[in-house]
């Protein structure tokens, strides 16, 4: 169990966009900046999106975050079949704890 | 490029202690705003953070594993270690260590990953 919800799956066809949400509360995304990282099959995690909405060097513009309030979400357009992969939000909790969302599989 | 390697056996005996080391090239882990992390992941399951060390050796840790969770750094061989003890099935997990950097607040750099089964 998570205190970041996810959607567990997403699919799409090639070329479209998915769209992932990371609902959590004012205990942690509400006051913390949210990261995304991105799990291809049997690697380990990348990070994808830091600070909400900032891309590391190397991570193409079609992947884009955003934050409102306590919720947050990460796009993919012109989707490919190398996206298939697990997607996780990630932010520090007032438990004082980092929390990861349950991950979403994104098909294509 | 920052590198890290996990390093440690693949199986552990129920009840034991489960050592872990991480390797780092590519930076010190003594350099300021530098968070060094060690996170798991049960097979088919999502990803669970366990604990840090900060570059001035400062610790926090996941609060329900932290009765069973000891993290250090040897800074002369620029690495950092995990012990969990009082293993059991449900330890049985992929373990990562990663980078956390203050500059991002996220966790940068990661290593490969280390496969830990316990059983007897």
């Known amino acids: 169990q998570s205190v970041l919800t996810q959607p567990p799956s997403v699919s799409a066809a090639p070329g479209q966009k998915v769209t992932i949400s990371c609902s959590g509360t004012?205990?942690?995304?509400?006051?913390?900046?949210v990261s995304w990282y991105q799990q291809l099959p049997g690697t380990a995690p990348k990070l994808l999106i830091y600070?909400?909405?900032k891309r590391p060097s190397g991570i193409p513009d079609r992947f884009s975050g955003s934050k409102s309030g306590t919720s947050a979400t990460l796009d993919i357009t012109g989707l490919q079949a190398g996206d298939e992969a697990h997607y996780y939000c990630?932010?520090?909790?007032?438990?004082?704890?980092?929390?990861f969302g349950i991950g979403t599989k994104v098909t294509v | 490029q920052v590198q890290l390697q996990e390093s440690g056996p693949g199986l552990v005996q129920p009840s034991q202690t489960l050592s872990l080391t991480c390797s780092v090239s590519?930076?010190?882990?003594?350099?300021?705003?530098?968070?060094w992390t060690w996170i798991r992941q049960r097979p088919g399951q999502g990803l669970e953070w366990i604990a840090y060390i900060s570059n001035s050796g400062s610790t926090y840790f996941n609060l329900s594993l932290k009765s069973r969770v000891t993290i250090s750094q040897d800074t002369s061989k620029n690495q950092f270690s995990l012990k969990l003890s009082s293993l059991t099935a449900a330890d049985t997990a992929v373990y990562y260590c990663?980078?956390?950097?203050?500059?991002?607040?996220?966790?940068?750099?990661w290593g490969q990953g280390v496969l830990v089964t316990v059983s007897s």
């Open positions: 600070e909400n909405n």
């Open positions: 590519g930076d010190a882990i003594t350099s300021d705003g530098k968070y």
């Open positions: 990630g932010t520090w909790d007032s438990s004082l704890s980092y929390a």
């Open positions: 990663a980078r956390e950097a203050a500059g991002v607040s996220a966790l940068d750099f």
């Open positions: 004012s205990s942690n995304i509400g006051i913390n900046y």
